[in-house]
């Protein structure tokens, strides 16, 4: 096998660190080895449950221990995930599991309640795995059962411009669409800003949801560094701050708002002098302001600013708060490693530095395309070129700024 996929971290982490610990969550911590292991019974159960190479499932939970497992075990036995948003209604749910014709669903004790009705309305789901504490309710498989049960088999090692996952939001009547990508989208975006994301045995800190990309591009870079990823089920200022002091957490991702509640919390003083060494901010754009009071608060700890969207696999570019602190707002850097990027007019031809127009990237994580939607990915993607549908414009080094919504710019005089 010679394409990149997802799963190969967690050969290359079991083989060399077995004893590191990969995931820590409330009284449970797993090593390396077991996570193999327990990634590889889980993928024979999904087998036995008819899961068949590119099959598509769900995963409905807040963050925890089993929810790595269980994305690793899907891409382990061939399928494809589908992450849907614990927030959205029960209609938005069941178009994003029929759109794709999603059977199999994860759950846990959070989101057990809401299966009835999905089962109810939906016309492809079968089959639900429990994930939660206690007994799976009735007409449910007990995930811990599942993995006791089954006997390890070998990975499948699907990978390449093999399709890897489906990420949708929601959108009230109408689904937003279904951004398809490969395990190559994937890895190389994670690959694109690897440097700057994480380091080698670092102790990474989810408090960002994995159901969204960028929680799950974390997630996929701390494995590949055969990192101790520590799991919060969702954030809250004080339990992210317990979990930085208690299990020495190096690194985390979060967005601008939970960033702005840990500044802005008095909870904040027990972070000097802790091994935080790194926090990334996911935006578009990273507030300068916010990244000021960061500074102020710990000066320790290097600040990175992502950018992305789903359709590159999220990442677009990442650059250190250091390198565009004195720039003007809506600083967002350079292009990560695998990608490039022009500003062009409403021509689709490049506009001049300086001049506003739309951020338009193609590199290896540009994703397979909408599902179901050849017209939507045409008018998506045009002679290879993402458009993203955001207003900016470049500076005469070659840096990015990201003003807003192309939608929301007005063109007066002439002018952007």
Known sequence: ??????????????????????????????????????????????????????????????????????????????????PINIRWNDWDMVQALD?????????????????TELFARSEHLETVIYA????????????????????PVTDVRRGGDHLAAIFYSGGGRELTKG???????????????????????????HVAPLFHLAGAMFMQALTLRAATQVISPVFQVDEAVKLILEKGVTNTMLVSTMLHR??????????????????????SPCADSLAKTCRKWLPAVKLAKVYGVSEM????????????????????????????IRIVGQNGKEVPRGKTGELVVRGAGLMLGYWNRPAATAEAIRDGWLHTGDAGYMSETGELFVIGKLSDMVVTAGEN
């Open 99 to 115: 759109d794709c014709q999603t059977r199999i669903l994860f759950v846990d004790q959070k989101t057990a309640d809401r299966v």
């Open 313 to 340: 696999a999220p990442l677009v570019s990442i650059v250190s708060f250091d390198d565009s602190a004195s720039k003007p707002a809506g600083a967002i850097g350079w292009p990560s490693l695998t990608n490039e």
């Open 179 to 205: 951004v398809m990508l490969s395990h190559a989208n994937m890895m190389s975006s994670v690959l694109g800003g690897l440097e700057q994301l994480t380091a080698e045995e670092d102790v990474g800190l």
């Open 1 to 82: 096998m010679s394409s990149l996929y997802l799963t190969q971290p967690i050969h290359r982490a079991a083989l060399r660190y077995p004893d590191r610990l990969a995931t820590v969550f409330a009284d449970r911590a797993t090593s390396y080895a077991d996570f193999a292991t327990r990634v590889s019974r889980m993928a024979a159960a999904l087998r036995r449950l008819r899961l068949r190479d590119g099959d598509r499932v769900g995963l409905l939970a807040p963050n925890s221990d089993r929810f790595v497992e269980f994305l690793y075990a899907v891409w382990w036995a061939g399928g494809v995930v589908n």
């Open 132 to 151: 939660g504490d206690g007994n799976a309710p009735s007409g449910m498989f007990s995930y811990e059962q599942l993995v006791g049960e089954s006997t």
């Open 262 to 283: 840990i500044l802005n919390s008095p909870e904040v003083d027990k972070l000097a002098g802790t091994r935080l060494r790194q926090l990334s901010c996911v935006v």
